[in-house]
């Protein structure tokens, strides 16, 4: 008989990713103070280089509990405007929540597949931002020439992303040992995931195959800083519902066992009373011209 092959199957990967954020949403949420500070300086590279100021319409794609969407509302002011879209409608009640408290009116919400932005009905945008979102998509060409519509002639994109799994140690290691503990096969060629675009120049040409001009990237070290490694596992565990779903073939006795290893693992980055996980951003951005 046949063995039959590992397939990748976007739809269920979708499906699942959904259920993921709506699980993880409520701790999403909880711990943004920790994601403005860890990723507050790349996010500020991300708006900068979207050219998003005062009177800016902006698209956020995978906005997630939207932190960063909220940095862009601040900036674009009362004249402009933040559409958040996520394909998880419970963590996008986090982000309309959190713009209420903030007194921010001139931010608006919707669940949308990242991968169907191209049915959006809407004025264009001068920008379109995606934090740590494209690098999830199965199809990220259709993502990215669905938001390259979205613009005006002349508005700009903006992605942040991981870099490469070796300056990523404090996602990385987690998920290495997770994969070895659960006799996980290697991704698939082309197969979603943290690191599917760290590399600078893959990452470029990614941009540039969906019709983007004048693209550029930065690199920008972002360590996640805490108190200790069991502050950074408590994060992941919280989190990072991806994490869970490749444990859940393990019993609740391995999956404790591989969580100690993890901590024991994440341990090597605590000196002098301070967890600092290695952690490198990238961010894409270009320009929509004709």
Known sequence: MKQAQNVFDPVKYK???RQQWDTAAEAWHRWAPLLS???GPATDVMLDNAAIGEGSRVLDVAAGAGEQSLT???RVGPSG??????ISPVILEYARESAQLAGLSNIGTMALDGEEIA??????FDAVISRVGLIYFPDQQKALRGMRRQLREGGRIAVMVYSTAERNAFFSI???IIRRRAKLPPPLAGQPGPFSLGDVDVLAQTLLDAGFEDVSVETIDAPVRLDSAAECLQFEQESFGALHQMLSGLSPMEQDDAWDEIERSLAQFEQDGQFTGPCEML???GCRRG
């Open 15 to 17: 499906e699942t990713t």
């Open 37 to 39: 500070r860890w990723l």
């Open 72 to 74: 862009a509302a601040r």
């Open 81 to 86: 405007y933040v559409l958040a879209v996520d």
């Open 119 to 124: 049915t959006l009905q809407s004025e264009p």
């Open 174 to 176: 987690p998920v290495s």
């Open 283 to 285: 961010v894409a951005s």
